[in-house]
């Protein structure tokens, strides 16, 4: 909109349209270019936190995709950043009509925090890659605390020993129903419930008075069908003084 003031103190007031036609769009003064006859994505989310959830399951969500354009859009191939997200999207959305993209992260994945990020290529001129994420933090069902490998290393007369500390995080009681172990002549095993149904205490130690190595595992039976038992390893290496001071 334009005024020109006359001297004699009245004024015209004219309304200037300017405009000029660019690749057969027109163009505003402001330089802005109207919506082209293409495809336009359009991602009203494009990160999910799935919040504190327990760790080693399945986790899925699926994002919403809609074509605000004039032309198909075309999804042409998903890129996640790990081998561990499966994808299913609709391979192609109608003008003014809404796809689906669904991410999948595989259970073993699903550890401590977790952000697991996926690339979309599209045919969308103007956007032609779009990034999606999925995060969250996992917790175990059972925490095996400080961790699940316990070793020995030194003179076999000497006394050897670990303990291990079993914490619940299931909304039911907790109880463990017995163990096994492949090096039963080498190790000795007892298991206290210090806080019933809640945390257990497993004391680990060596009974083999031999210079030598051994490894072996002790499965540890529980009542939860999420984590059905539970697995420690043992890992010795005894030698005699003379191999520390010769």
């Known amino acids: 909109m334009l005024v020109i003031r006359i001297p004699n103190g009245s004024s015209i007031l004219l309304k200037i349209i300017i405009g000029c036609c660019l690749g057969g769009r027109l163009l505003t003064c402001g330089g802005l270019a109207s919506a082209g006859p293409g495809p ?36 042409e191939r998903l890129d996640p950043d790990c081998a561990c997200t499966l994808t299913d999207y609709d391979r192609r959305i109608a003008p003014g009509a809404v796809g689906k993209i669904t991410l999948t992260i595989e259970p073993y994945s699903v550890i401590h925090q977790f952000s697991k990020k996926t690339e979309v290529f599209t045919n969308d001129p103007q956007r032609p890659v779009a990034v999606l994420e999925l995060c969250g933090h996992a917790k175990p069902f059972i925490e095996i605390q400080p961790r699940h490998i316990i070793r020995f290393q030194g003179n076999p007369q000497e006394p050897h020993s670990a303990q291990v500390r079993l914490v619940s995080n299931l909304l039911t009681p907790l109880r463990l129903t017995g163990y096994s172990t492949d090096i039963a002549d080498k190790i000795n095993v007892t298991i206290e419930a210090l806080n019933p149904g809640k945390v257990f205490v497993v004391q680990v130690s060596n009974r083999y008075r031999q210079v030598g190595k051994y490894k072996g595992k002790i499965l540890i039976h529980t009542n939860s069908e999420q984590r059905p038992r539970l697995i420690l390893r043992v890992f010795a290496d ?6 520390i001071n010769p």
């Open 40 to 75: 336009q994505l359009v991602l009203p989310q494009t990160s999910y936190n799935f919040g504190e959830v327990y760790e080693d399951q399945p986790l899925s969500h699926t994002f919403e995709v809609r074509n605000a354009g004039k032309a198909s859009l075309v999804i």
């Open 238 to 243: 005894l030698y005699p003084p003379s191999a």
